[in-house]
């Protein structure tokens, strides 16, 4: 049976985005200063093992620009879309074996103590620019 393009297009593979959601207030000074360095830490071990693609935190909500197309038109407008107990604050990109490892990478996280870690599996598409 032939491919559907759809099916040509679209591949799944074991890379994972690690989405760091969390009460930007909730954190002192020292303490984001302590979670970037063991973030820092985290993100040498996965490299080391091959695991690492990015991360990166955010700038706070405060610089947040949202964007919607309705009916041809553009609305702007400041902050997230909508509004939330914790703010989108960061991400991680890995690779993976499986949802088990991504799991355990992502309990590793020192932002996963007082927020939460979306994982979500990458659909790569073909065709896209690569970064090498």
Known sequence: MKATIS???LEVTMKYILLIYSDENAWTESELQ???AKSL???QELQANG???GASPL???A??????VRDGKKLVTDGPFAETREQLGGYFLID???LDEAIAIA???PSASKGTVEIRPIVELSGLPSDQ
């Open 41 to 43: 830490q985290l993100t």
């Open 34 to 36: 302590q979670c970037y």
């Open 107 to 109: 309990a590793r996280l």
């Open 63 to 68: 610089t947040a620009t949202s964007i919607r």
């Open 96 to 98: 993976a074996k499986d």
């Open 7 to 9: 099916e040509r297009i």
């Open 51 to 53: 695991q690492y693609l």
């Open 59 to 61: 700038h706070s909500i």
